[in-house]
């Protein structure tokens, strides 16, 4: 088993950054890509970035490309989520998922729940206008 742990939420105003963090615990060996998820109220959870642990590629949704970098500590066993120049629209409990080595996987479903077995509780973002 794979434990997820999300923190570094909170409010912050449009056009500021934010730095979202997930400690990954349990059988790290047993996962071999990693992505952060978000929901907002009353909308379908969406996938926002993606990092692969072999080489480390890396894929975002239009809607965060070139605001959001997705990157990890290895020693750590940590993967981040840097946030800047956020929107309104980027308020969302936002989620990071982790997918097992042993599952398949289409490279389509990067951003798609289907692609990962592991979930962690969330972290709330609001932006402020």
Same mark, same amino acid.
């Given at each position: 088993?794979?434990?997820?742990?999300?923190?570094?939420?909170?409010?912050?105003? $449009?056009?500021? $950054?934010?730095?979202?963090?997930?400690?990954?615990?349990?059988?790290?060996?047993? %996962?071999?890509?990693?992505?952060?998820?978000?929901? $907002?109220?009353?909308?379908?959870? +969406?996938?926002? =970035? #993606?990092?692969?642990?072999?080489?480390?590629?890396? #894929?975002? $949704?239009?809607?965060?490309?070139?605001?959001?970098? %997705?990157?990890?500590?290895?020693?750590? !066993?940590?993967?981040?989520?840097?946030?800047?120049?956020?929107?309104p +629209?980027?308020? =969302?409990?936002?989620?990071?998922? =982790?997918?097992?080595?042993?599952?398949?996987?289409?490279?389509?479903?990067?951003?798609? !729940? =289907?692609g990962?077995? #592991?979930?962690?509780?969330?972290?709330?973002?609001?932006?402020?206008?």
């Open positions: 088993q794979v434990q997820l742990v999300e923190s570094g939420g909170g409010s912050v105003q $449009a056009g500021g $950054a934010l730095r979202l963090s997930c400690a990954v615990s349990g059988a790290t060996d047993s %996962i071999n890509r990693m992505a952060w998820f978000r929901q $907002a109220p009353g909308q379908e959870r +969406e996938g926002v =970035a #993606y990092i692969s642990f072999g080489g480390g590629s890396t #894929y975002y $949704a239009d809607s965060v490309t070139g605001r959001f970098t %997705i990157s990890r500590d290895n020693a750590k !066993n940590t993967v981040f989520l840097q946030m800047n120049v956020v929107k +629209e980027d308020s =969302a409990v936002y989620y990071c998922a =982790a997918g097992r080595r042993s599952s398949f996987f289409n490279p389509k479903w990067r951003l798609k !729940n =289907a990962y077995n #592991y979930w962690g509780q969330g972290t709330q973002v609001t932006v402020s206008s």
